[in-house]
C-alpha cells in the first residue's frame, strides 16, 4: 500500500531526527502528557460522538487506520458509513467532500500530505472557500481538510513544501496549524465546529511527540478560539513569531538568548488566516523588534504578511529592521545535508535575534 511503502522510506530519517525534536516541548502546569497523534484522535473521535453529520474520508483512513494511524480505531467504532476509505483520486474525493457539505454533512478530508492537495485545489478554492460568497451567504461549506503539511525527512521536493502562504492568501478559507498537543486537541475541534472551510495543516514529525496537557484540555467541551495567537512565553527585549514545528524551534531559541541577557517573547501564531494582528502588534510595541519564523518559501510568505501588518501598524515602535527566517529559496533537496541547509534552524533563529538586538560580532571584527 502507498501508506506502508512511505513510511519504510521514512523510518530510518525518523529515528535520527524525532529525537533532536523532542527537546523542543513547551512545558506547562498539567495533570499528563498525550502525543499529537492521540490528540488528534481522541477530538475526531469526541466530535463523531457529538455530532453524527460528522464524517471522516480519505486514503486508507479505514483499515489501515491512517497513514499516521491518527484515525485509529475509528472505523471499527463508527462503521463504513463515517469513516470512508477513498481510492488514491484527490480531486474526486475531495469534491463528493464539498458536495456532502453543502448538503449539511461535515466532512473530514485527509490529505496523505498537503502536497497532494494540488490536485484537489479547484475543490478547496473555487468549490469550498468562494461559495458562502457566490450565494450571498445562502450555502455554508463545514469542511475540514486536514494532514501533514511542510517538511518532513528525507522525502524530496514534492513531499515537502509548506502550503500555509498559498491557503492563507484565499479569502473564505480558514487556516489553522498547531504545534502541541493542545493545539491539536483544541484546533481540530474549533475546526470541525466551524461553519465555514477550514484547512487544518499539521507537521508529520510532531505526530509521535509527546507534550504536557491540562485537565481542561481533556475535557470533552474544551475548545480553542480560531484566530487567537498565544503567546508561548514572555520576553521584552525580541518578539518571535512562528506555528507548528517551528514554534519549537523559537523556543529553544529563546532559552539559548536568555542565557546571553536577551529575553524573547514567542508567539505560537495557531491561527495563519485570521491572522491575530492585534498580539503580534502588541508584543512589538513592546519589545520593539521582530523576528518571523516559518518553514515555507520566503517570497510572499507568512512572515512576510506579519512583517507588512507591523510596519503598517507599529513602524515607528520599532527600534530595528524586522528579520525573516525562512527556508530556502529552492525546491527541498533530498541529500540530508541539504535538507538541513534548506530549513530554519534554532541557530538562524538565535543569529537574527542578536542582529536585531545589535548583540552580533561585525564581519570585520572576525576578519
Not at 79 to 86: A, Q, S
Not at 145 to 167: D, E, I, K, L, T
Not at 296 to 306: D, K, L, T, Y
Amino acid at each position: 500500500m502507498l501508506a506502508i511503502a512511505r513510511q519504510r522510506m521514512l523510518g530510518q530519517s525518523f529515528k535520527k531526527i524525532l529525537p533532536a525534536v523532542s527537546v523542543l516541548r513547551s512545558y506547562s502546569s498539567a495533570a499528563k502528557q498525550i502525543t499529537v497523534r492521540e490528540a488528534l484522535n481522541s477530538a475526531l473521535d469526541e466530535e463523531m460522538s457529538a455530532d453524527p453529520k460528522v464524517f471522516l474520508m480519505g486514503e486508507e483512513v479505514g483499515e489501515y487506520q491512517g497513514a499516521y494511524k491518527i484515525t485509529k480505531g475509528l472505523l471499527e467504532k463508527y462503521g463504513p458509513e463515517r469513516v470512508l476509505d477513498t481510492p488514491i483520486t484527490e480531486a474526486g474525493f475531495t469534491g463528493i467532500g464539498v458536495g456532502a457539505a453543502y448538503y449539511g454533512l461535515k466532512p473530514v478530508v485527509e490529505f496523505m500530505t498537503f502536497n497532494f492537495s494540488m490536485q484537489a485545489i479547484d475543490h478547496i478554492i473555487n468549490s469550498a472557500a468562494k461559495s458562502n460568497y457566490m450565494s450571498a451567504g445562502q450555502i455554508s461549506v463545514p469542511i475540514v481538510f486536514r494532514g501533514p503539511n511542510g517538511a518532513a525527512a528525507g522525502v524530496g521536493a514534492q513531499h515537502s513544501q509548506c502550503y500555509a502562504a498559498w491557503y492563507a492568501s484565499c479569502p473564505g478559507l480558514k487556516v489553522l496549524s498547531p504545534y502541541n498537543s493542545e493545539d491539536a486537541r483544541g484546533l481540530l475541534k474549533a475546526a470541525i465546529r466551524d461553519p465555514d472551510p477550514v484547512v487544518f495543516l499539521e507537521n508529520e514529525l510532531l505526530y509521535g511527540e509527546s507534550f504536557p496537557v491540562s485537565d481542561e484540555v481533556l475535557d470533552s467541551s474544551f475548545c480553542l478560539p480560531v484566530g487567537k495567537a498565544k503567546i508561548e512565553r514572555e520576553g521584552k527585549d525580541v518578539t518571535i513569531t512562528a506555528f507548528s514545528k517551528m514554534v519549537g524551534y523559537a523556543l529553544k531559541a529563546a532559552e539559548l538568548l536568555e542565557k546571553d541577557g536577551i529575553y524573547a517573547e514567542v508567539i505560537n501564531l495557531r491561527s495563519i488566516r485570521p491572522l491575530d494582528r492585534s498580539t503580534i502588534n502588541a508584543s512589538v510595541r513592546k519589545t520593539n523588534r521582530l523576528i518571523t519564523v516559518e518553514e515555507g518559501f520566503p517570497q510572499h510568505g507568512v512572515g512576510a504578511e506579519i512583517c507588512a501588518s507591523v510596519v503598517e501598524e507599529s513602524f515607528s515602535y520599532l527600534d530595528a529592521p524586522v528579520e525573516r527566517i525562512a527556508g530556502a529559496d529552492v525546491p527541498m533537496p533530498y541529500a540530508a545535508n541539504l535538507e538541513r541547509m534548506a530549513v530554519p534552524q534554532v541557530e538562524d533563529v538565535v543569529r537574527a535575534a542578536k542582529r536585531a538586538c545589535y548583540r552580533s560580532v561585525p564581519l570585520a571584527a572576525t576578519a
